[in-house]
């Protein structure tokens, strides 16, 4: 990754305050705000656990017609 789009990564983490960083001189030093991402660790795992129910109840649905397709055919 070039450092333009690695520094507009830093930006963007900081502007959403999961970081924050420091410059000094040629040394940009870079801290993580443990309870800002505490945040979107919960939210990730909320949206995780919404997923992962969807696509169970996908599964199932396809299995079933499958299972109703082969006892259809036979």
């Not at 830093?10 to 870079?30: F, N, Q």
Request: aromatic share 6%.
């Amino acid at each position: 990754m070039g450092l333009p789009s690695f520094m507009k990564h830093l930006r963007i983490l900081e502007e959403d305050g999961l970081i924050s960083s420091e410059k000094v001189g040629r040394v940009r030093t870079c801290r993580v705000n443990a309870e800002r991402l505490a945040v979107a660790e919960s939210w990730l795992s909320e949206q995780r656990k919404l997923w992962q129910a969807r696509t169970d109840r996908l599964a199932n649905y396809v299995e079933t017609q499958m299972s109703r397709s082969t006892k259809d055919a036979g």
